[in-house]
């Protein structure tokens, strides 16, 4: 009997601002929406981030930042990723990312980024269309 | 190179996505595991449960500390509940061990229930084959938060750990049931607060009441995981226990144990499902179902006669 493939994303929190609030809201919400949310809490640095993803073998990351190193912070999960043969895991951000940002971001390989305001049901949506669609 | 030799190479990438594969219930994880059961059987197997934060991931963080201190490589399997609404989870026992994260000799993996009883994931078992033939010399899983019955994780772990904390109050009435007889070790964490004296006392009192076991008297161990105080004492514990088993023989006898409840449950999953899928496909299951929803046939004549059908 194959069961269903459940989704799998890690939420953490990059960077040293210590407010994991959306983080929280962001992993209830993709609980409730029937994901197996792995939640690595505060103050990771992107080794850690990786080094979890992977062993969890997640479809995707969701990362979020208010201290405005988004632009080191993200782009680097990508890159580690990459490095250790897992650019199959969906990467994408929240947080205060000013609207400049976000072209850039998304040629350094984030792949979707959730600005304040977004309701929690598109980045739902987002995760479920494109969890394991290039999965290896 | 096939998974299994990749999960044996220790590549964490090959263990993740096996395990998932495993969880999944996709049939290449069976073939996987069966390549990889000869390796199995080397990594010491401990157990950790208790109620809802009484800090079984703050003392598994400390431990895996403890013992990489010593050189041994950790496996760690935390198990979190599913939403029995949603059939989502928040797996978040992982919080408290992330600075193992990059540490090479140690592997976490978080599991949710996936609607399993027992304090457990369905998977766990194979899971900890894998770890174990991919070289984890030490594998801890956390159960979830559980009160008394479930206490499935004995039948896998070598050493079980239970976890307790002062100011319960009635609750440690609650745990006795079914826990008390599993525990190899007591843990009373959280000894920073009030009562820690008074919850060794009743743990004490309790067991004096219990059947008791000629062989071993679970020793009770006062920590502050927080704090890591009393740490060294309950990996010392924990050894010391691992020494009693192999001297007495009973390791072996609970990997025969281990061994006699993997085969039954596998047996058991396998035959109802191929009688099922037979039943499902001629149409045999639906036509008996109506029959005893009418009242033409009661079940118990039922499964007879279901059963004699299959050539049993
Ligand atoms: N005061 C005190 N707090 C502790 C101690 N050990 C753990 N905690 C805290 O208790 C809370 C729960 O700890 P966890 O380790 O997550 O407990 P748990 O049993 O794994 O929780 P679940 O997996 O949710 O059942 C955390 O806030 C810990 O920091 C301790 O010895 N003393
Ligand atoms: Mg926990």
């Known amino acids: 009997m194959v069961e269903e493939r459940k989704i799998r994303v890690l939420v953490a929190k990059p960077g040293l601002d210590g407010h994991d609030r959306g983080a929280k809201v962001i992993a209830r919400a993709f609980r409730d929406a029937g994901f197996e949310v792995i939640y690595t809490g505060l103050r990771q640095t992107p080794e850690m981030i990786v080094s979890a993803a992977i062993q969890e073998d997640v479809d995707a990351v969701g990362v979020s930042c208010l201290s405005g190193a988004h632009m080191y912070l993200f782009p680097r999960i990508v890159q580690l990723l990459r490095e250790r043969g897992a650019d199959d895991v969906l990467v994408f951000g929240g947080g205060t990312i000013p609207d400049e940002d976000i072209p850039k971001l998304r040629e350094a390989g984030i792949a979707e980024i959730f600005t304040p305001g977004t309701p929690t049901s598109v980045a739902i949506d987002f995760v479920r269309n494109r969890a394991g669609r290039d999965r290896k | ?312």
């Open chain 2, 1 to 312: 190179m096939e998974i299994s030799d990749r999960v044996r190479a220790g590549d964490v990438r090959a263990m993740a996505r096996l395990i998932s594969l495993i969880e999944n219930g996709f049939p290449e994880a069976t073939s996987a595991l069966k390549g990889l059961y000869p390796f199995t059987g080397q990594a010491f197997i401990v157990g950790i449960t208790g109620p809802p934060g009484s800090g079984k991931s703050t003392l598994t963080d400390q431990l895996t500390q403890e013992f990489r201190r010593h050189g041994r490589t950790i496996g760690i399997v935390a198990v979190d509940p599913t939403s029995p609404f949603t059939g989502g989870a928040i797996l978040a026992d992982r919080i408290r061990m992330q600075r193992h994260s990059l540490d090479g000799g140690v592997f976490i993996r978080s599991m949710a229930t996936r609607g399993h009883l027992g304090g457990l994931a369905k998977a766990t078992n194979d899971v900890v084959n894998v770890l174990d033939a991919a070289g984890k010399e030490v594998i801890f899983i956390e159960t979830v938060g559980v009160g008394q019955d479930e206490v499935e994780v004995v039948k896998t772990a070598h050493t079980s750990i239970v976890v307790t904390v002062p100011g319960l109050g009635d609750d440690i009435q609650a745990i006795k049931a079914g826990i008390l007889e599993i525990a190899d070790i007591f843990v009373v964490n959280k000894a920073d607060r009030e009562g820690a004296d008074k919850t060794v006392a009743e743990l004490k009192a309790m067991m004096a009441l219990g059947p008791g076991r000629s062989d071993w008297s679970p020793p009770i161990f006062k920590t502050v995981a927080i704090e890591e105080e009393g740490i060294v004492e309950l990996a010392q514990g924990i050894l010391a226990h691992q020494a009693h088993l192999d001297q007495a023989g009973v390791r072996q006898e609970r990997q025969r144990e281990r061994s006699h409840a993997l085969f039954l449950e596998l047996l058991q999953e396998r035959v109802t499902r191929r009688l099922l899928e037979r039943a499902a496909a001629n149409g045999i299951l639906e036509q008996t179902i109506e029959r005893i929803a009418h009242r033409d046939l009661d079940p118990y004549s039922a499964v007879d006669e279901f059963l004699e059908k299959a050539g049993f």
